[in-house]
């Protein structure tokens, strides 16, 4: 469904599509685990069945290599998506918890419950994971949804508006394309969740939007992820690594390292390391290799080649060059990066990789709680004690120790931010968590009376009361 007339045309073509996901959720239908047991089904199979059109459409919009395409976009979605499938009976059952020895003879239990009807929004960078996975956690647990895949790739905007009403319930869910005055029309309505992904500036919109409804926002936002590398790391596996999760999807990903703090002393084996891992991977000319993405659209790549061009940096130790009109941007390494450098001001979202360094573990650490709480944290180094006390002195959405990106993989460990990187999480039981409301619900039997907390108040009831709890 698109709508793209006047705002106030917009604002009556949202509420008539919010409305009709609202009507099927006041339906029933969607509480039955069977009906949610057979939209994730949808989803499986939606994914399944046209791989090869999502592929291109990644392809069209990011130059997104196919091997990437349906590892980091697909094969996640997929997991999701069946995780929540194996488990969703358990996950729905009522969770019965003991009483307090004075309530003893009450049957309590936590019941999930849909929230109701959630809109989600998208972002581009992986365009199909971030819009179907938080679509699947959500009608996993009972709800009818709004989803908003992003304008900027359009392709598989599309293609996900024509495929998605064909394997769920269209009654149930709506897409709605467009940019901003749509997503701004949508925001007007009121829903019981907003499960946001993109910008914190934008987020900051959608908080307030949501606040005039008393809505509750899950956003999934992103920051300057930061790397540490001790002196007693051991820099080949670090490089090996890094350069995986900074390049893949030439570096457009909210998790990927977005610099790094190196022990002074190890800072330039370092950054030689980094290149030749990036010679290895991409040969030496990278716009030539099949494995090596393009940059969104050319705003995106000229704001890279502005950050490149104001230094900051003692060297460029590889890559550099930029073609924004062909999408362009070399995996760069930038040596002997100073704080002050334009492209420590901004989350670089990109395949350029800062390198400053640091004295010793500490001042990298007060560096990093100098700014806004990253969505990530890496931190390279052979002592788990050095480890433990990194993750102990600072506070990021999710982190790993010699290695990076990968905590988003296992479904059983939460995905999100914390404080300015996000608010809420999802994955596997976290997600289904996400879009339900734990009703706290007592049944005391008739013949099972607490008097003495009843009036009038008397001295000896008092005393009583006060005994027993
Ligand atoms: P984007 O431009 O696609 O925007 C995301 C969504 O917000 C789109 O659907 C868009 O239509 C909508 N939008 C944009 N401006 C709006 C406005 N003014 N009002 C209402 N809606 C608006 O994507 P982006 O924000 O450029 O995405 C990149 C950012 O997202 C990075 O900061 C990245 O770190 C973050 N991100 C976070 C995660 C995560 O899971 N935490 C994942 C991916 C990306």
Sequence with gaps: MAITEDRSTMQEHAAAIVKGVRSTFDSGRTRDIA??????????????????????AMAADLGRPRFEGWMADLRVTLRDANELRRNLRSWARDERVRPPWQLLGTRNRIVREPLGAVLVIAPWNYPIHLLVSPLAAALAAGNTAVVKPSEVTPTVSGALARYIPMHVDPEAVAVVEGGVPETQALLTQRFDRIFYTGNGHVGRQIAEAAARHLTPVTLELGGKSPVIVDRDANLDSAARRIVWGKFLNAGQTCVAPDYVLAHESVHDALVDKLASTIRERYGDDPRTSDSFGRIVNERHALRLQGLLAAGGFKAVACGGDVDAGARYVAPTVLAGVDPDAAVMGEEIFGPILP???????????????????????????????????VLRQTSSGGACVNEVVSHVLPAALPFGGVGPSGTGAYHGRWGFEEFSHRK????????????????PYTALKERIVRRLF
Excluded: C
């Design 355 to 389: 390198v400053l360094p640091v004295r010793d573990v500490d001042e990298a650490i007060a560096y990093v709680n100098g700014h806004d709480k990253p969505l990530a944290l890496y931190v390279f180094t052979g002592s788990s004690r050095t480890a433990d006390h």
């Design 35 to 56: 009906w949610r047991q057979r939209q994730l089904a949808g989803l499986v199979e939606m994914l399944e069945e046209h791989e090869e059109a999502f592929l291109d």
């Design 440 to 455: 706290a619900v007592m049944d005391r039997p008739t013949w099972l009376e607490l008097a003495m907390m009843y009036a």
